[in-house]
């Protein structure tokens, strides 16, 4: 029968302070098993003997294995804990982003156009007081009202006018000069005679011998007295501010026969004959020597030029007929309008390529709602006339 073994006692009481744990208790035993350098937190009871009287090996206490593995959970769990944090805070920043402001697409502007032309060409033009160029000129506006101002030298136009999307406005605007301040407060006297070189006296002071122009007159009648070697002319003239009258005189001898010419026309012409300037239609008749005459009518203003043959008869007053030629006149208004052509309606603008006598006339623009306008207008023989208002 083996002899029984003693059992095996736990460590002995530590002599040093519980309050160092963990220190090895000796040099020998520190070379040891690193898990034996430490005390033991639970007594360690004896393992049962085997049955071959062996004594069995001593069991691990449960409490030492579960510790290691709380910690790797804890540690696991916090890994987890904070990715979860990192995560939500990343989708708390996300959800507190302003959202992406809507892009919106902002529509073009409705455009119309304007044509602009004067005459003559190459006004300046300017637009709600910006300068957009020299006419003839086409523009592209944005809808609504404007103000177009057209200066040509010291003549200016301002026009109020209003663009409508998809439409063409056009204008047309008159800037020839009008005639100086100083030459509408006088009139001018012409005075020639057959033959030349007679002396001139008007209203009783000499003024030199003919042919003699008198510039500066004063408006209103004025006594002409002609005198050559052997007769005397005295013509009463009148003389109007802005134009010119004429006076011509035949100093025939004695005995010899002569006649008048008057004419009547629309507006003043100088009378020529043989290259020769014999007066003007302005007066109310000329003297001319018995006979037939090749007289020259024009005036520059309105391009117009032709000849006349009258027969004068002795101590008569011949009247030749002048016709006067035709030219071409354009109307139109804004936004429309009845017009009226020296008191005679023509239709309702636009009108284009009307055929008027040369000479100035009156044009009436009527509107229902708007009113009425008037406006001048000078026909020429050659170059075409376009006039054009605006009722806004």
Not at 62 to 69: E, I, M, Y
Not at 85 to 109: D, E, H
Not at 140 to 165: K, W, Y
């Amino acid at each position: 029968m083996a002899t029984p073994q003693p059992a095996p006692q736990p460590w002995p009481p530590d002599p040093r302070p519980s309050g160092a744990p963990g220190v090895p208790r000796s040099d020998k035993s520190s070379s040891s098993d690193a898990l034996l350098a430490f005390r033991s937190e639970a007594r360690i009871e004896p393992a049962p003997r085997a049955a071959g009287g062996a004594v069995g090996a001593t069991a691990r206490d449960p409490k030492s294995l579960s510790r290691p593995l709380s910690i790797v959970l804890g540690v696991v769990l916090l890994g987890a804990l904070a990715t979860a944090g990192l995560y939500s805070n990343q989708f708390a920043q996300a959800g507190r982003l302003p959202a992406p402001a809507p892009q919106t697409v902002t529509p073009a502007k409705p455009e119309g156009a304007l044509t602009v032309n004067s005459r003559p060409e190459g006004a300046q033009v300017t637009v709600d007081g910006i300068l957009r160029g020299v006419t003839p000129l086409k523009l592209t506006l944005p809808v609504g009202d404007h103000t177009l101002e057209l200066q040509n030298g010291a003549a200016t136009r301002s026009i109020p006018f209003a663009v409508q999307a998809g439409v063409v406005v056009s204008q047309y605007i008159d800037l020839a000069p009008a005639a100086p301040p100083a030459a509408a407060a006088v009139g001018r006297l012409e005075i020639t005679s057959d033959p030349a070189g007679a002396r001139v006296t008007v209203d009783g002071s000499a003024r030199g011998v003919t042919p003699v122009t008198l510039s500066n007159v004063v408006p209103g009648n004025h006594a002409v007295s002609i005198f050559g070697e052997d007769s005397t002319v005295t013509r009463a003239v009148n003389v109007s501010a802005g134009s010119t009258a004429s006076v011509m005189a035949t100093l025939t001898p004695a005995g010899a026969s002569a006649g008048w010419v008057a004419f009547r026309v629309p507006f003043e012409m100088q009378l020529s004959e043989a290259g020769r300037l014999v007066g003007t239609t302005g007066a109310d008749r000329l003297m001319l020597p018995a006979g037939r005459h090749e007289l020259v009518l024009s005036n520059p203003a309105f391009e117009f030029e032709a000849t006349v043959s009258v027969q004068v008869a002795a101590g008569k007053t011949a009247t030749p007929t002048v016709t006067l030629p035709t030219g071409l006149l354009s109307i139109n208004a804004t936004p429309w309008a009845d017009v009226l052509l020296d008191g005679q309606a023509v239709g309702t603008t636009p009108l284009a390529n009307l055929s008027v006598p040369i000479g100035t006339h009156e044009i009436v623009f009527h509107h229902p709602q708007l009113g009425d306008r008037r406006q001048t207008v000078s026909v020429k023989a050659r170059t075409p006339a376009r006039v054009g208002i605006s009722f806004r």
